[in-house]
């Protein structure tokens, strides 16, 4: 079971930047698809954006034009740029990668913006 270790959250002011990482405890080469879900209180979780191999990019709606997904397979890290943030966007953040059974999350890193 590869394990998945969010990082990078934080608190931060509107209109702000962060970066999280997702790093994986082996190589996601083979993965085809990884991405970032967020969940804030009484809230489902939704997706923030997923990347594929080939470079396939998908957004929330939410989040389109302000965050950027990218991966960097050599260094098995998910990467998660998100600027002119939100007091919205605060929420924990989870790394996922699908898999045989399923699905594969992290722990979670929190993100809060303040207004």
């Known amino acids: 079971q590869v394990q998945l270790v969010e990082s990078g959250g934080g608190l931060v002011q509107a209109g702000g930047s962060l970066r999280l990482s997702c790093a994986a405890s082996r190589s996601i080469v083979s993965t085809n698809v990884m991405g970032w879900y967020r969940q804030a209180p009484g809230k489902p979780r939704e997706l923030v954006a997923r990347?594929?191999?080939?470079?396939?990019?998908e957004y929330g709606d939410s989040v389109k034009s302000r965050f950027t997904i990218s991966r960097d397979n050599a260094k098995n890290t998910v990467y998660l740029q998100m600027n002119s943030l939100k007091p919205e966007d605060t929420a924990v953040y989870y790394c996922?990668?699908?898999?045989?059974?399923?699905?594969?999350w992290g722990q979670g890193t929190q993100v809060t913006v303040s207004s």
């Open positions: 990347i594929t191999t080939g470079g396939y990019i």
């Open positions: 996922w990668r699908p898999n045989p059974s399923g699905s594969s």
